[in-house]
């Protein structure tokens, strides 16, 4: 049977943008609720708390040091809150501070070994979880849906620079394979 023809979202009905917001934001709280985190550290053997994972995540997949003023911006919070959370990375040996090659006076942060393997044993234990969830999905489903986030995540981040959001802009773009 053939498929109908694409229609634009601008022509779809505004119920299907309340169905992806509800199943985007029971996605997020799936993802980022305390007992899941406390699992999460417990299954890596990891002590380091929600709001670090996200941070060490984006040094570990920047590639290089960065500013705290740069690392508040790309996570939308403000310095002395990125401030507080580098100190507890540093002081747990995940980060570590270097000078910026562009300025003596400027420090910039990035993830020591033991950092770069906190992430990837939390990055371990959470596609773990995903594949048990969606071991009854096909390859083309877990393709399709793949794609399609992808897609989404890229089309908020043009709409972001659209509205001057800051915090995320296309330079910025989370990798597609981290």
């Given at each position: 049977m053939p498929r109908p023809e694409a229609t634009h979202a601008k022509q779809v009905?505004?119920?299907h943008i309340v169905e992806l917001e509800r199943a985007l934001a029971r996605v997020a709280y799936l993802l980022t609720r305390v007992r899941r985190h406390?699992?999460?550290?417990?299954?890596?053997?990891?002590?380091?708390?929600?709001?670090?994972?996200?941070?060490?995540r984006l040094l570990a997949d920047a590639g290089e040091p960065m500013r705290l003023g740069e690392l508040a911006t790309r996570l939308d919070v403000e310095a002395p809150h990125v401030s507080r959370q580098i100190q507890r990375l540093e002081k747990a040996g995940y980060v570590e501070r270097v000078p910026d090659p562009d300025d003596r006076r400027a420090q910039r942060v990035r993830p020591t070994a033991?950092?770069?393997?906190?992430v990837e044993a939390v990055r371990q234990v959470l596609r773990g979880w995903m594949a048990e969830a969606l071991t009854d999905w096909t390859t083309e489903d877990l393709q399709a849906l793949s794609v399609l986030n992808h897609r989404m995540v890229d089309a908020f981040l043009d709409h972001a620079e659209v509205i001057g959001d800051l915090g995320?802009?296309?330079?910025?773009?989370?990798?597609?394979?981290?």
């Open positions: 009905d505004a119920a406390d699992q999460a550290m417990v299954q890596c053997g990891l002590t380091m708390d929600r709001a670090s994972v996200p941070l060490l033991s950092g770069r393997r906190a995320a802009t296309a330079r910025d773009r989370p990798s597609r394979t981290a």
